[in-house]
């Protein structure tokens, strides 16, 4: 596929971030009517699971950084036949007015936003009084002991390793210390666990490889064959811990989030 955000959508959604989606959208209760803007809303699978619960009279806004991940977001639900406003932006400073949403969503997103205490403003800014946040993250890597090894020998291959950021805000008190910080109230925390399923093991290994190295230097310095040769070597001392993990023709791991909800 041409654009890595179409394989996203059709492999990490319907298998983490579909049924993830579908606990953060309980805990922040869209009702009839509801503004809503979920920020990083990448493919849109937390935009379309709001739309239908926020009619009538609601509106649902997508926005995202990624170009990609907003063509997928806006052929998918104009397939799904739902109306979605989807705008390219950075959360830090998002383009719309104060007070034009009653319900602000992101699922783990806030790690990967260059500024978090700036985009916990933003998202407060553009609430209206009253309005609800609720907010997604990962749990510590040390919950999730597969990708806490996968973590371990990228690092020692490599020198550095993109799997820690993906949990990086696993400590709830931090969390919730930028939340209030912007100037949220009545923090609220749930911290559900889930088992999710991926088919394919090797595939689904080779993606979380490709994935995690991508934006380390000294990968992106080695030429398209080098670069094929570690990601085979990291993947060969993964087998163990793969297979572990391997029921069938399925990788099988638990998942452990956060579930952050707060007012304005």
Not at 24 to 50: E, S
Not at 103 to 121: G, H, P, W
């Amino acid at each position: 596929m041409s654009n890595p955000a179409k394989m996203y959508e059709s492999y990490m959604v319907p298998t983490l971030f579909g049924p993830w989606a579908d606990q953060l959208i309980a805990a922040a209760a869209p009702q009839p009517g509801d503004r809503v803007l979920d920020v990083g809303c990448g493919t849109g699978v937390v935009a379309r699971g709001i739309a239908s619960r926020v009619e009538p009279g609601g509106k649902v806004t997508g926005v995202d950084l990624s170009p990609g991940m907003l063509e997928v977001a806006e052929e998918t639900s104009e397939h799904e036949g739902l109306s979605i406003n989807w705008h390219e932006g950075q959360a830090e400073s998002l383009p719309f007015p104060d007070g034009s949403f009653d319900l602000v969503t992101s699922q783990y997103a806030l790690m990967f936003f260059a500024d978090r205490a700036a985009a916990l403003a933003e998202m407060r800014r553009v609430l209206a009084d009253g309005g609800r946040l609720a907010v997604s993250t990962w749990q510590p890597i040390e919950r999730h002991p597969f990708y806490n090894t996968l973590n371990s020998t990228i690092e020692e291959r490599l020198g550095m390793s993109g799997v820690k950021e993906i949990f990086c805000l696993g400590d709830e008190n931090e969390v919730r210390r930028l939340i209030e910080g912007a100037g949220l109230r009545e923090v609220e925390l749930q911290s559900p666990s889930m088992e999710n399923r991926f088919p394919e093991p090797e595939a689904f290994l080779a993606g979380e490889i490709d994935v995690d190295t991508a934006a380390i230097p000294s990968m992106q310095q080695l030429s398209d064959e080098e670069r094929k040769r570690v990601v085979e070597s990291i993947s060969a001392e993964m087998q163990g811990p793969l297979a572990e993990v391997t029921q069938g023709n399925e990788v099988v791991l638990p998942f452990h989030a956060h579930i952050f909800t707060a007012r304005k």
